[in-house]
């Protein structure tokens, strides 16, 4: 058995080599996928070995392995697997067990569910779950737009693991922006009512309410709710951004002009009218975190050239140098060392939010043909433009994965585009199904 399995390792070692270099290509992602459906086939005693080459390739490849793999695995085999997840313990090991157990739900509901709670359970502390276990948890399990995480339904699970998965999906979309947040608040509503999350969810989802628009808050304001949100609810104060929105509307020189204006605004439907009140938002977003950039500069420069001072002072004064040259106290260290921490956190999470926010303005500066002679200017088409782009994406690297262009492979197609239309402003979640017309047997 070890003699079938050591070819498929070593093609997948060779994989994991070439994936550092950038991502392979479509040939080598549907060959490495074929491999971890092989391995996993192999038998129960080589999964140890498996996994450990699983980790080192990109996410996507084992998961979609293992969702081809599953239905031909015996009972026996899946529990071993699953048993098998437990000993990764990696960095990237959270986001492929969540993404196994995205995939996992589509083909077999109980088990996508079960490796979701025991992955949080892996993970979670006494303190919450960590920012990069946030970050997996909100990319894979709740994303942009309608969460993924809103198919299950809480209620048919036991009560200790609804809680659960419920607090820790607020937890995780607490720092997402209300049109995010909300939805999963309401999701989690019936088994994790507001009142009774836990006290440090309480505070970041209150520190997290006061920065959005009071139009948001009110979205809360029926709800009961614990005392601290109800205050940020409740709170006067609104986020900069929305406070300098006002300077970008026209202003009121008469009666008639002020009347159109109005008239003119309720007309506005659709994702127009979304795509404008967000786009003064996201400017000022950006200029809110390169002044952030900035000052944080400005503090380091200013501690290195203190350091400096004293470095100098102290090459002068000998009873000085015999004084600093004694190593610092061990509680000044660990201090020093948090506090550096914290400051790399920062400018990590600074880094991400400005390369989100550049991709973004990126794909609807080309859809609007703006390096063109003739930019797109109607707000209408400009939106169909930045629609088409992302949904060419969407089949583009769809065909990168499906090169041979399987059927299998058309219900997650399908649910891709449903899901890139949800994100960009089309609901679809009400359309309901035609009924079916009774056909008469004789």
Not at 42 to 62: F, M
Not at 188 to 216: C, G, H, S, Y
Not at 415 to 440: F, M
């Amino acid at each position: 058995m070890s003699k079938d399995l050591d070819p498929l390792l070593d093609e997948l070692r060779a994989l994991a080599d070439r994936s550092k270099n950038g991502r392979l290509a479509a040939e080598d992602e549907q060959k490495g996928v074929d491999l971890v459906r092989d391995s996993l086939s192999v038998g129960s005693k080589a999964l140890p070995k498996t996994l450990e080459v699983l980790g080192s390739l990109p996410w996507y490849i084992p998961v979609n392995g293992t969702i081809a793999a599953w239905p031909k695995l015996s009972p026996a085999k899946r529990r071993a697997f699953l048993a098998s997840l437990k000993c990764l313990q990696s960095d990237a090991s959270t986001r492929i067990k969540f993404s196994l157990a995205r995939g996992l739900y589509k083909v077999d509901p109980n088990t996508g569910t079960k490796l979701i709670l025991e992955t949080i359970e892996t993970v979670r502390g006494e303190k919450g779950l960590e920012p990069k276990d946030r970050r997996a948890f909100f990319n894979v399990l709740i994303g942009k737009g309608k969460p993924w995480l809103s198919q299950i339904d809480p209620k048919a699970l036991q009560p200790s693991d609804a809680q659960l998965l419920a607090s820790t999906a607020v937890e995780c979309a607490v720092g997402a922006g209300p049109a995010t947040t909300i939805p999963v608040l309401e999701w989690a509503k019936p088994v994790q009512p507001l009142k009774t999350l836990p006290e440090t969810i309480q505070r970041d989802l209150a520190a997290a309410l006061r920065k959005w628009n009071p139009r948001w808050r009110k979205r809360l304001a029926h709800e009961e709710l614990p005392p601290i949100i109800a205050e940020a609810v409740q709170a006067k104060d609104a986020h900069p951004s929305d406070q300098q929105r006002p300077a970008t509307q026209p202003p009121k020189s008469s009666a008639p002009e002020s009347h159109g204006s109005k008239t003119a605004r309720h007309g506005d439907t659709g994702p127009q009218k979304r795509r404008t009140e967000k786009e003064p938002v996201q400017r000022n977003e950006i200029s809110h975190l390169l002044k952030q950039l900035e000052a944080q500069f400005h503090n380091l420069r200013n501690d290195l050239q203190t350091a400096k001072n004293q470095l100098r002072q102290t090459q002068q004064n000998p009873q000085q140098r015999q004084r600093l040259s004694q190593p610092p106290a061990q509680d000044e260290v660990e201090k020093l060392r948090e506090e550096n921490a914290k400051l790399s956190e920062t400018v990590r999470q600074l880094r991400e939010t400005l390369s989100e926010l550049a991709n973004e303005d990126f794909d609807q500066a080309v859809s609007r043909g703006a390096d063109t002679d003739a930019p797109v200017t109607d707000p209408l088409e400009q939106y169909r433009s930045l629609l088409a782009l992302r949904l060419r994406e969407r089949l583009t690297e769809f065909q990168r994965l499906n090169p041979q262009q399987h059927v299998d492979g058309l219900p997650l197609l399908l649910e891709t585009l449903l899901q890139t239309l949800q994100e960009n402003g089309i609901d679809l979640s009400n359309v309901e199904s035609p009924v079916a017309e009774a056909r008469r047997r004789y």
